[in-house]
C-alpha cells in the first residue's frame, strides 16, 4: 500500500517532489496502488529512480524522459503511458501492461520483463 505522504508529495508538483527527494536520497519512495492514472509526472522525471509504484494504475501517465532507474513498476497498469526516453534500466516490469504505451528510444538495459503486456506498445 502506498505512503499517504510520498502520494501527496507526488501529487503536489514535480518542485516538491523534487525538493523532498533531494534532502531524503535514501528513502525509497513507495507509490504502490496508487491511482496516477492521466497524471504528467514529467516536472518528477529526475527523481523517481528507485520509486515502488507496484499495482499503481498509471493509465496515460507522462513518463517522458524520466529517470526511472531500479523503479518497481511489478503489475502496474502502463495502458496508453508516454514513456518516451525514459530510463528504465533494471527496472521491474513483471506483469506489468505496457499495451499501447510509447517507450519510443526508451532505455531497458536490465529491465525485467517477464509476463508484461506489450501489445500495440511503440518500441522504435
Known sequence: MANDRHVALLRRGGDVWNAWREKNPKT??????ADFSGVNL???QEMMDGVNLAEADLREADFSNANLYKACFYNADLRKANLSGAWLGD????????????LRSTYLGGAYLAGADLRGANLT
Open 28 to 33: 525509497r519512495p513507495d507509490l504502490a496502488n
Open 42 to 44: 514529467e516536472p518528477a
Open 91 to 102: 527496472a521491474t516490469l513483471h506483469e506489468a501492461n505496457l499495451s499501447e504505451a510509447e
